[in-house]
Nanobody, 124 residues
Framework: QVQLVESGGGLVQAGGSLRLSCAAS????????MGWFRQAPGKEREFVAG????????RYADSVKGRFAISRDNAKNTVYLQMNSLKPEDTAVYYC?????????????????WGTGTLVTVTS
């Protein structure tokens, strides 16, 4: 089992920045590919960013490419999502997730463990 706890969400104006953190406990963190997903009201959960076990590879949704950056610190069992140039359409609950098998996956159904989420609200 891996327990994931997100933090860092909040209310921010458009154009602002936030940094989300996801602290992991349980199994060896460095054995898991990690991802950030988000779910806006009335919409399905969607992939935002992913990072492989060694942090040598990342992947982003087109909607956040160039604005968001995912990183991880395996010594601290933590994955981060730096969000810059935020837009109202980025408003959502953001979840981190862990995958035992794939280096990076964009599929919500493939992730093995999920956090409970942190709310990000971007005002215009």
């Amino acid at each position: 089992q891996v327990q994931l706890v997100e933090s860092g969400g909040g209310l921010v104006q458009a154009g602002g920045s936030l940094r989300l953190s996801c602290a992991a406990s349980g199994r060896t963190f460095s054995n898991y590919g990690m991802g950030w997903f988000r779910q806006a009201p009335g919409k399905e959960r969607e992939f935002v960013a992913g990072i492989n076990r060694s942090a040598s590879s990342t992947r982003y949704a087109d909607s956040v490419k160039g604005r968001f950056a995912i990183s991880r610190d395996n010594a601290k069992n933590t994955v981060y999502l730096q969000m810059n140039s935020l837009k109202p359409e980025d408003t959502a609950v953001y979840y981190c997730a862990a995958d035992r098998l794939m280096p990076i996956t964009t599929l919500t159904s493939a992730m093995d463990y999920w956090g409970t989420g942190t709310l990000v609200t971007v005002t215009s």
